[in-house]
């Protein structure tokens, strides 16, 4: 079939047509790109006339609306900006983040964003963003620092789990649907961090040398979608993009986002990442966050006549225009009351959606009658949920069931479902025959000390402070977890419970970024911090323990070890007990934080070895993981069954009992690619990533993800897109035509199992023979999502965008002519039906 295409469309309509990607027919017709007006919901007649309110304003009045300040009320959020009370404008209050409201008091905790993006419902995303908007209102919240929708370049990076995925088609719909949802209920949205900030290793300094075709097709598109769903704030990242850093690089913040956008709101920068007062300023960042350790001299830098008062003034209104446009100005509009019993069930919904079924050999998965009433589970997130990764991302739930607990209630009377942890974060509290020390409250004598062990009845007083000093001895050598555990710490970035070995701390309880905090909390519900260091028998180690309390809070401290000895026990025991039974799961998981990326991609803590040892002992074996991004899986073909669950949430316990026993079938799609090996990475190479030098070369261009595996022909362990189902889906019936300057593609799918189920089919489009730039095999150009019941079949229409026929060339996006393939499957690597199309 030839079809002919309009070239000749302008740039607004290539800005509609990109939002159209979004716009997937049979999923959600009522998606329409609109511009960036009022939110829904907006009292009307309290417009005020921003102009005139400026004019009001004294110049120190404005400065203070262009950084933040501390929060004389804070509910312990990220971010706080002063109003001017006398003219009616409110104090602004921005928390984070990407997977709830993150404050002081318990949020829903909804499933990881990269959780979402394995739904490919930007429907869905709407519905997330709503619960977030909606809370966040709720809690007092005027700005949210989220969507983050930086693209997956490399798999270990620290904060994966936060973003959208690896494809910037897919990661543009759903940042869009979030944007819309979060807006919608009143509260401001922050895109972020823009831009090009895909790693943690030395971000806050680190060069990105990017090109500007990679740029504007893979890196920015997200943020172009932002912008084009009205998002009111932007975030620049710390990093550098090409030698300037992002919170003062004019070719982004104005000739980008400004000039072609036309973005609207204001642009905040990322916490500390501001270096320059009327530099940053005049490039377009217009509010340093949280202090303004810059912009406090704005007004001096005007007195002096070396910053014009009219760029002060083009940032505030920026601000003001926003604060209005959301009805905050006089008065502000009424707050909603929370609504958890409505965020649990979205919560919920989004963990059934994003779940993954990645392997399901001899159909394992559900489990049925007979295993449930011999069923081995393995694991210590089985019976401590991670719900959620850490960082500025972290959400504290109200509660969180475990998914031991949500199993057992879930299969009811007759079955037994035993558990062993197999690997032991745990430990015992250090003997004191491997401890001399000497304890000290502050302002009080030191005294011998036999352990650090005081918890439950045995905790210290609330608000008293400590210190153990003294040496550890191993009576064996080998690696040694050396574990600080603790709780009613006070509230610090840097953690106030602390264990130091050697000088080095390599524990820090509570710590925000960094510190080795776990996300999975001790048995008595200690958080749980450390390090695997190596003791040499009968060598004396310098070791230290800090802790001050909390007033109100019994301070708890543990210094805890998990011994080699221990470690191997834990393991057997998981093996001997998985060998008579009926069936095994084992659950597994990473754990993604912000501030520093995985050091590999393999599972940590001996992971691998216990799922070996379990498959080894059971044939029958699951694995359920729990990661926030891809990971090896040197046990695969030992496994029938692999469920990859993200961090789900607060609800995700129930989720994933749901989905083990069939309640519900796994419809998520990969939305990024899990290699086989580190080596095959676009990454693998140090000059590109972590970089050489402090530069990071983007050098792989475009070729970021499956459009590198797909390039230079290597087999991934799982490819983007890959998802399974307990049914079957037939594809047929492809038809392909010219729509709206790209095309509408449509095909039917049928459910030819016995399961009602869920499909996600993606079409991706080739490159023309001969390309005038390196294109990748095959990119995404759009997706539905379809339900379907036992025998159903569905015609399914999909419109493929006409930026996805362009390529970014000299300044502008232009049509890659010629003879082109469409495909469309069930992933990435499963394409069932194709046509070639002429672009003329
Ligand atoms: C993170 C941002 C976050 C901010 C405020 C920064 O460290 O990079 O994503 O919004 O802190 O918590």
New binding site residues.
Partial sequence: MAEALNPSLTRRDAARLLGAAAAVAAVSSRWTARPAGRPAGRPAGRRADVDALLRQLTLKEKVSLLHGGADPASKGQ??YVPGVPRLGIPEIRLA??PAGVRVTASATALPAPVALASTFAPDLARRFGAVIGREGRALGMDVL?SP?TNIIRVPQAGRNFETLGEDPLLAAALVAGEIRGIQGEGLIATV??YAANNFENARQTIDVKVDERTLREIYLPPFEAAVQAGVGAV?AA?NHVNGVYAAEHPHLLTGILRDEWHFGGWVMS??FATHSGAPALTAGMDMEMPFGVNYGGLAAAVASGQLAESVVDTAVRRVLVQLDRFGLLGGGRPRPSPDPAGGARTAKEIALAGAVLLRNERDLLPLGRADLADLVVIGPTAAGPLVGGGG?ARVIPASAESPLTALRRQAGPGSRIRWATGVDLEGVPVPASALALRRAQRGGTPQAAAQVDHTGADALPAGSSWTWTGTLTAPETGDYDLRIQGAGGVPSFNGSISLTLDGVKIGSVGAL?GGNSSLIATSGGLTNAGATVRLEAGVARPVTVAATGVPGTPLQVRLAWVTPRRRQEALREAAALAKGARAALVFAFNEGT?GADRAALALPNGQDAVIGAVAAANARTAVVLNTGDPVLMPWLGGVCSILQMWYPGQEGADATATLLLGGASPGGKLPVTFPARAEDLPTAQPERYPGVGGVADYGEGVLVGYRHFDAHGIEPLFPFGHGLSYTRFQYGGLSVRAAGGGLSVSFTVANTGRWAGVEVPQVYLGPPPGPPVPMPPRALAGFARVRLSPGERRLVAVAVPLRALQYWSDGRWTLARGRRTVHVGSSSRDLRLRQDVTVR
């Fill in positions: 990220a971010g984070d983040g620092l983050m972020k961090h975030m710390y990322d916490w500025s970024i912000e």
